[in-house]
Protein backbone atom coordinates (compact mmCIF):
# COMPACT_ATOMS: atom_id res chain seq x y z
CA UNK A 1 0.00 0.00 0.00
CA UNK A 2 1.25 3.68 -0.87
CA UNK A 3 0.07 6.55 0.93
CA UNK A 4 0.90 8.86 -1.73
CA UNK A 5 -2.30 7.31 -3.86
CA UNK A 6 -4.60 10.40 -3.84
CA UNK A 7 -7.70 7.98 -2.76
CA UNK A 8 -10.24 10.98 -2.21
CA UNK A 9 -9.62 12.29 -5.47
CA UNK A 10 -10.22 9.03 -6.99
CA UNK A 11 -14.07 8.85 -5.23
CA UNK A 12 -14.71 12.95 -6.47
CA UNK A 13 -13.40 11.85 -10.00
CA UNK A 14 -16.11 9.11 -10.16
CA UNK A 15 -18.79 10.75 -8.11
CA UNK A 16 -18.84 13.68 -10.50
CA UNK A 17 -18.71 11.88 -13.48
CA UNK A 18 -21.35 9.19 -12.76
CA UNK A 19 -23.81 11.52 -11.27
CA UNK A 20 -23.71 13.56 -14.87
CA UNK A 21 -23.79 10.45 -16.92
CA UNK A 22 -26.69 8.79 -14.72
CA UNK A 23 -28.77 12.12 -15.67
CA UNK A 24 -28.07 11.83 -19.24
CA UNK A 25 -28.72 8.13 -19.50
CA UNK A 26 -31.98 8.27 -17.73
CA UNK A 27 -32.62 11.05 -20.33
CA UNK A 28 -32.14 8.55 -23.28
CA UNK A 29 -33.48 5.76 -22.01
CA UNK A 30 -37.17 7.45 -21.48
CA UNK A 31 -36.59 8.92 -24.99
CA UNK A 32 -35.76 5.72 -26.95
CA UNK A 33 -37.41 3.18 -24.73
CA UNK A 34 -34.51 1.36 -24.29
CA UNK A 35 -34.00 -1.54 -21.92
CA UNK A 36 -30.20 -2.22 -22.24
CA UNK A 37 -30.16 1.74 -21.82
CA UNK A 38 -32.19 1.71 -18.62
CA UNK A 39 -30.07 -0.71 -17.33
CA UNK A 40 -26.81 1.51 -17.80
CA UNK A 41 -28.68 4.34 -16.05
CA UNK A 42 -29.19 2.37 -13.12
CA UNK A 43 -25.93 0.99 -12.70
CA UNK A 44 -24.85 5.00 -13.09
CA UNK A 45 -27.21 5.68 -10.27
CA UNK A 46 -25.63 2.63 -8.29
CA UNK A 47 -22.10 3.97 -8.67
CA UNK A 48 -23.49 7.62 -7.51
CA UNK A 49 -24.60 6.55 -4.46
CA UNK A 50 -21.92 4.13 -3.84
CA UNK A 51 -19.01 7.01 -4.36
CA UNK A 52 -21.22 8.61 -1.50
CA UNK A 53 -20.78 6.09 0.84
CA UNK A 54 -16.89 5.53 -0.21
CA UNK A 55 -17.46 9.24 0.97
CA UNK A 56 -19.21 8.92 4.43
CA UNK A 57 -16.71 6.04 4.96
CA UNK A 58 -13.58 7.97 4.58
CA UNK A 59 -14.54 10.92 6.41
CA UNK A 60 -16.02 8.45 9.32
CA UNK A 61 -12.69 7.00 9.47
CA UNK A 62 -11.09 10.60 10.18
CA UNK A 63 -12.31 10.16 13.64
CA UNK A 64 -9.86 10.17 16.65
CA UNK A 65 -9.78 7.58 18.58
CA UNK A 66 -11.90 7.58 22.38
CA UNK A 67 -12.50 5.25 24.81
CA UNK A 68 -15.03 3.68 22.66
CA UNK A 69 -12.93 3.42 19.97
CA UNK A 70 -9.37 2.81 21.17
CA UNK A 71 -7.68 2.09 17.85
CA UNK A 72 -9.52 4.71 15.95
CA UNK A 73 -11.95 4.46 13.32
CA UNK A 74 -10.11 3.58 10.35
CA UNK A 75 -12.14 0.33 9.71
CA UNK A 76 -14.72 2.42 8.64
CA UNK A 77 -13.00 1.89 4.85
CA UNK A 78 -13.52 -1.81 5.04
CA UNK A 79 -16.97 -1.60 6.29
CA UNK A 80 -18.26 1.00 3.52
CA UNK A 81 -16.75 -0.65 0.76
CA UNK A 82 -18.48 -3.98 1.55
CA UNK A 83 -21.91 -1.81 1.85
CA UNK A 84 -20.96 -0.70 -2.00
CA UNK A 85 -20.77 -4.37 -3.30
CA UNK A 86 -23.52 -5.05 -2.05
CA UNK A 87 -25.32 -1.91 -3.56
CA UNK A 88 -23.41 -3.07 -6.96
CA UNK A 89 -25.38 -6.67 -6.71
CA UNK A 90 -28.97 -5.44 -5.68
CA UNK A 91 -29.43 -2.51 -6.79
CA UNK A 92 -27.32 -2.56 -10.29
CA UNK A 93 -27.16 -6.36 -10.60
CA UNK A 94 -30.22 -7.08 -9.37
CA UNK A 95 -32.79 -4.79 -11.20
CA UNK A 96 -31.06 -4.50 -15.08
CA UNK A 97 -31.64 -8.91 -14.79
CA UNK A 98 -34.89 -8.49 -13.49
CA UNK A 99 -36.34 -5.25 -16.04
CA UNK A 100 -34.16 -7.21 -18.67
CA UNK A 101 -36.59 -10.27 -17.98
CA UNK A 102 -39.77 -8.70 -17.92
CA UNK A 103 -38.87 -6.94 -21.38
CA UNK A 104 -38.14 -10.38 -23.29
CA UNK A 105 -41.54 -11.51 -21.61
CA UNK A 106 -43.55 -8.45 -22.07
CA UNK A 107 -42.15 -7.73 -25.97
CA UNK A 108 -42.73 -4.53 -27.14
CA UNK A 109 -43.62 -2.55 -23.67
CA UNK A 110 -42.35 0.65 -22.98
CA UNK A 111 -40.64 0.64 -26.54
CA UNK A 112 -40.59 4.03 -28.52
CA UNK A 113 -39.08 7.13 -29.64
CA UNK A 114 -35.58 7.10 -31.13
CA UNK A 115 -32.31 4.76 -30.64
CA UNK A 116 -30.26 7.54 -31.93
CA UNK A 117 -30.35 9.09 -28.06
CA UNK A 118 -29.09 5.88 -26.76
CA UNK A 119 -26.69 6.02 -29.30
CA UNK A 120 -25.21 9.65 -28.31
CA UNK A 121 -25.59 9.23 -24.33
CA UNK A 122 -23.86 6.09 -24.61
CA UNK A 123 -20.61 7.33 -26.60
CA UNK A 124 -20.49 10.82 -24.15
CA UNK A 125 -20.51 8.31 -21.42
CA UNK A 126 -18.02 6.34 -22.63
CA UNK A 127 -15.65 9.61 -22.83
CA UNK A 128 -16.69 10.52 -19.28
CA UNK A 129 -16.16 6.97 -17.26
CA UNK A 130 -12.81 6.43 -19.48
CA UNK A 131 -11.59 9.93 -17.71
CA UNK A 132 -12.84 8.74 -14.81
CA UNK A 133 -11.18 5.51 -15.66
CA UNK A 134 -7.91 7.30 -16.18
CA UNK A 135 -7.51 9.07 -12.89
CA UNK A 136 -8.29 6.02 -10.90
CA UNK A 137 -5.94 4.07 -13.10
CA UNK A 138 -2.88 6.31 -12.59
CA UNK A 139 -3.63 6.22 -8.49
CA UNK A 140 -3.99 2.46 -8.42
CA UNK A 141 -0.17 2.16 -10.62
CA UNK A 142 0.73 4.34 -7.49
CA UNK A 143 -0.40 1.92 -4.84
CA UNK A 144 0.51 -1.08 -6.50
CA UNK A 145 4.05 0.11 -6.87
CA UNK A 146 5.05 -1.95 -10.05
CA UNK A 147 3.52 -5.38 -9.26
CA UNK A 148 1.13 -7.26 -11.70
CA UNK A 149 -2.21 -5.51 -11.47
CA UNK A 150 -3.38 -9.07 -10.08
CA UNK A 151 -1.20 -9.14 -7.04
CA UNK A 152 -1.44 -5.50 -6.84
CA UNK A 153 -5.61 -6.04 -6.26
CA UNK A 154 -4.96 -9.37 -3.94
CA UNK A 155 -2.39 -7.86 -1.97
CA UNK A 156 -4.32 -3.95 -1.37
CA UNK A 157 -5.11 -2.95 2.54
CA UNK A 158 -7.21 -0.21 0.91
CA UNK A 159 -10.09 -1.59 -1.00
CA UNK A 160 -11.39 1.92 -2.18
CA UNK A 161 -9.21 2.46 -5.21
CA UNK A 162 -9.36 -1.04 -6.68
CA UNK A 163 -12.81 -0.87 -5.86
CA UNK A 164 -13.31 2.57 -7.97
CA UNK A 165 -11.21 1.12 -10.69
CA UNK A 166 -13.44 -2.04 -10.81
CA UNK A 167 -17.13 -0.01 -11.46
CA UNK A 168 -15.27 2.20 -13.77
CA UNK A 169 -13.77 -0.94 -16.00
CA UNK A 170 -17.29 -2.60 -15.22
CA UNK A 171 -19.23 0.76 -16.57
CA UNK A 172 -16.86 0.73 -20.04
CA UNK A 173 -17.96 -2.88 -20.50
CA UNK A 174 -21.75 -2.69 -19.99
CA UNK A 175 -21.83 0.86 -22.14
CA UNK A 176 -20.00 -1.39 -24.60
CA UNK A 177 -22.87 -4.14 -24.10
CA UNK A 178 -25.88 -2.06 -24.36
CA UNK A 179 -24.61 0.40 -27.44
CA UNK A 180 -23.87 -3.28 -29.43
CA UNK A 181 -27.14 -4.69 -27.83
CA UNK A 182 -29.42 -1.10 -29.11
CA UNK A 183 -27.49 -1.43 -32.27
CA UNK A 184 -28.24 -5.29 -33.10
CA UNK A 185 -31.87 -4.62 -32.05
CA UNK A 186 -31.92 -1.73 -34.37
CA UNK A 187 -30.29 -3.46 -37.42
CA UNK A 188 -32.53 -6.35 -37.00
CA UNK A 189 -35.57 -4.85 -36.09
CA UNK A 190 -35.72 -8.16 -32.98
CA UNK A 191 -36.38 -6.06 -29.66
CA UNK A 192 -35.29 -9.33 -27.92
CA UNK A 193 -31.44 -8.31 -28.38
CA UNK A 194 -32.18 -4.89 -26.34
CA UNK A 195 -33.37 -6.55 -23.25
CA UNK A 196 -30.91 -9.47 -23.30
CA UNK A 197 -27.94 -6.49 -23.24
CA UNK A 198 -29.57 -5.60 -19.90
CA UNK A 199 -29.58 -9.11 -18.74
CA UNK A 200 -25.85 -9.09 -19.54
CA UNK A 201 -25.06 -6.01 -17.68
CA UNK A 202 -27.07 -7.48 -15.07
CA UNK A 203 -24.78 -10.49 -14.35
CA UNK A 204 -21.11 -8.60 -14.72
CA UNK A 205 -22.20 -6.45 -12.23
CA UNK A 206 -23.46 -9.32 -10.29
CA UNK A 207 -19.65 -11.09 -10.58
CA UNK A 208 -18.03 -7.84 -9.75
CA UNK A 209 -20.34 -6.92 -6.84
CA UNK A 210 -19.27 -10.41 -5.26
CA UNK A 211 -15.64 -10.46 -6.41
CA UNK A 212 -15.47 -7.13 -4.71
CA UNK A 213 -17.40 -8.28 -1.77
CA UNK A 214 -15.25 -11.33 -1.43
CA UNK A 215 -11.86 -9.30 -1.48
CA UNK A 216 -13.28 -6.57 1.39
CA UNK A 217 -15.10 -9.19 3.29
CA UNK A 218 -11.12 -10.76 3.80
CA UNK A 219 -9.87 -7.29 4.91
CA UNK A 220 -12.93 -7.19 7.40
CA UNK A 221 -12.35 -10.15 8.86
CA UNK A 222 -8.47 -9.08 9.43
CA UNK A 223 -5.55 -8.91 6.81
CA UNK A 224 -1.98 -9.37 8.01
CA UNK A 225 0.29 -6.33 7.31
CA UNK A 226 2.11 -6.82 3.63
CA UNK A 227 5.41 -9.32 4.20
CA UNK A 228 7.42 -7.10 2.79
CA UNK A 229 6.87 -4.52 5.45
CA UNK A 230 6.58 -7.45 8.15
CA UNK A 231 10.05 -8.13 6.75
CA UNK A 232 11.19 -4.71 7.45
CA UNK A 233 9.45 -4.42 11.02
CA UNK A 234 11.81 -7.59 11.92
CA UNK A 235 15.35 -6.61 10.47
CA UNK A 236 14.57 -2.95 12.00
CA UNK A 237 14.52 -4.40 15.37
CA UNK A 238 16.98 -7.05 14.90
CA UNK A 239 19.31 -4.45 14.09
CA UNK A 240 18.99 -2.98 17.50
CA UNK A 241 21.46 -3.17 20.04
CA UNK A 242 20.35 -5.79 22.65
CA UNK A 243 18.14 -7.90 20.80
CA UNK A 244 19.04 -11.30 20.40
CA UNK A 245 16.18 -12.01 17.50
CA UNK A 246 12.20 -11.92 17.30
CA UNK A 247 10.71 -15.12 17.87
CA UNK A 248 7.49 -14.34 16.34
CA UNK A 249 5.72 -11.62 14.29
CA UNK A 250 1.57 -11.13 14.23
CA UNK A 251 0.68 -8.07 12.17
CA UNK A 252 -3.28 -6.67 11.91
CA UNK A 253 -4.90 -4.41 9.61
CA UNK A 254 -7.41 -2.58 11.86
CA UNK A 255 -7.64 -0.36 8.47
CA UNK A 256 -5.86 0.86 5.51
CA UNK A 257 -3.54 3.25 7.53
CA UNK A 258 -3.21 1.57 11.39
CA UNK A 259 -1.47 -1.65 11.33
CA UNK A 260 -0.97 -3.08 14.64
CA UNK A 261 2.22 -5.02 15.22
CA UNK A 262 3.23 -7.24 17.85
CA UNK A 263 6.30 -9.16 18.58
CA UNK A 264 7.85 -11.33 21.21
CA UNK A 265 11.37 -10.42 21.18
CA UNK A 266 14.81 -12.56 22.79
CA UNK A 267 16.80 -9.85 24.16
CA UNK A 268 20.74 -10.80 25.52
CA UNK A 269 20.65 -12.38 28.72
CA UNK A 270 22.84 -10.10 30.81
CA UNK A 271 20.34 -7.20 30.02
CA UNK A 272 18.54 -5.59 33.09
CA UNK A 273 14.95 -4.22 33.07
CA UNK A 274 15.59 -1.02 32.48
CA UNK A 275 17.75 -1.69 29.43
CA UNK A 276 15.21 -3.73 27.91
CA UNK A 277 12.35 -1.12 28.23
CA UNK A 278 14.87 1.73 26.44
CA UNK A 279 15.55 -0.90 23.53
CA UNK A 280 11.85 -1.78 23.10
CA UNK A 281 11.40 2.49 22.65
CA UNK A 282 14.44 2.33 20.54
CA UNK A 283 13.07 -0.23 17.93
CA UNK A 284 9.42 1.58 18.66
CA UNK A 285 11.33 4.76 16.78
CA UNK A 286 13.14 3.01 14.39
CA UNK A 287 9.90 1.12 12.95
CA UNK A 288 7.72 4.08 13.21
CA UNK A 289 10.08 6.04 11.64
CA UNK A 290 10.52 3.45 8.84
CA UNK A 291 6.92 2.42 8.50
CA UNK A 292 4.25 4.86 9.94
CA UNK A 293 1.70 2.59 9.40
CA UNK A 294 2.74 0.70 12.19
CA UNK A 295 1.02 3.06 14.91
CA UNK A 296 0.70 0.88 17.65
CA UNK A 297 3.29 -1.06 18.73
CA UNK A 298 3.24 -4.18 21.12
CA UNK A 299 6.41 -6.23 22.68
CA UNK A 300 6.49 -9.23 24.82
CA UNK A 301 10.05 -10.48 26.09
CA UNK A 302 10.22 -13.71 24.82
CA UNK A 303 13.15 -15.99 23.90
CA UNK A 304 10.91 -19.26 23.35
CA UNK A 305 8.16 -17.61 20.57
CA UNK A 306 6.56 -20.15 18.23
CA UNK A 307 7.93 -18.42 15.11
CA UNK A 308 4.85 -17.71 13.68
CA UNK A 309 5.32 -14.97 10.97
CA UNK A 310 9.09 -14.68 10.93
CA UNK A 311 10.06 -17.25 8.29
CA UNK A 312 7.88 -15.69 5.95
CA UNK A 313 8.76 -12.16 6.86
CA UNK A 314 12.20 -12.48 6.73
CA UNK A 315 12.25 -14.85 3.08
CA UNK A 316 9.92 -11.31 1.79
CA UNK A 317 12.48 -8.68 3.01
CA UNK A 318 15.45 -10.69 1.41
CA UNK A 319 13.79 -11.40 -1.60
CA UNK A 320 13.29 -7.69 -2.03
CA UNK A 321 16.73 -6.71 -1.18
CA UNK A 322 17.98 -9.27 -3.85
CA UNK A 323 15.49 -7.17 -6.19
CA UNK A 324 16.76 -3.50 -5.24
CA UNK A 325 20.31 -4.83 -5.70
CA UNK A 326 19.37 -6.46 -8.88
CA UNK A 327 16.66 -4.79 -10.53
CA UNK A 328 16.98 -6.60 -13.67
CA UNK A 329 16.67 -10.40 -12.41
CA UNK A 330 19.35 -12.72 -13.23
CA UNK A 331 20.87 -12.83 -16.69
Known sequence: MSASADTRKVVIAALAGNMAIATCKFGAAF???????????????????????????????????DDRFPFGRSGEKYFWPFVVALMLFSVGGAFAIYDGVEHIAHPG?????????????LGVSLVFESMSFRVAWREFQVLAKGKPWIQAVREA???????VLAEDTTAIIGLAIAFLAVLISHLTGQAFWDPLGSILIGLLLAVVAVVLARNTHTLLV??????????????????????DKVTQILTFHVGPDVVILAMKVAFKEEMKAAEIEECINEMERRIRAEL??????????DAHGDGRGVDNARKAWASKQAAVVAPNGPT
Do not use: C
Open 222 to 243: GASADPEEQGQALALTEAVDGV
Open 292 to 301: PLMRKIFVEV
Open 109 to 121: HGEHGSRYWSYGV
Open 31 to 65: MSGSTATLAEAVHSLADTGNQGLLLVGMRLAMRPA
Open 157 to 163: RDPTIPL
